[in-house]
């Protein structure tokens, strides 16, 4: 089991940036696709990126595309979120998951471990 413990979160303007971090402890992260799911208040979690095990290949959701860049330093274990031009709707807590396979984590059900949250709010 892998253990995941998210950072960086916070208050933001709307056009700011915000660096999300995902530290991972137990099992290496270098065994598992990874990936970053948030949640709105009264919405149901969704799927936002994620990242192939050696990290060259990477999925978006159409929302965040062009926007939003994961990325994974396997050699620290840590995952990462860069996210530009933020909008009062990109406000959520966001989740960092450990998966199999990139494909299957795009799938709230086929997620392996999450982490606990951390709170993203952008103003308006």
């Known amino acids: 089991q892998v253990q995941l413990v998210e950072s960086g979160g916070g208050l933001v303007q709307a056009g700011g940036s915000l660096r999300l971090s995902c530290a991972a402890s137990g099992r290496t992260v270098s065994s598992y696709a990874m990936g970053w799911f948030r949640q709105a208040p009264g919405k149901d979690r969704e799927f936002v990126a994620v990242?192939?095990?050696?990290?060259?290949?990477?999925n978006y959701a159409d929302s965040v595309k062009g926007r939003f860049t994961i990325s994974r330093d396997n050699a620290k274990n840590t995952v990462y979120l860069q996210m530009n031009s933020l909008k009062p709707e990109d406000t959520a807590v966001y989740y960092c998951a450990a998966g199999i396979t990139r494909a299957s984590m795009t799938t709230k059900a086929n997620i392996h471990s999450w982490g606990q949250g951390t709170q993203v709010t952008v103003s308006s």
């Open positions: 990242i192939s095990v050696r990290g060259g290949s990477t």
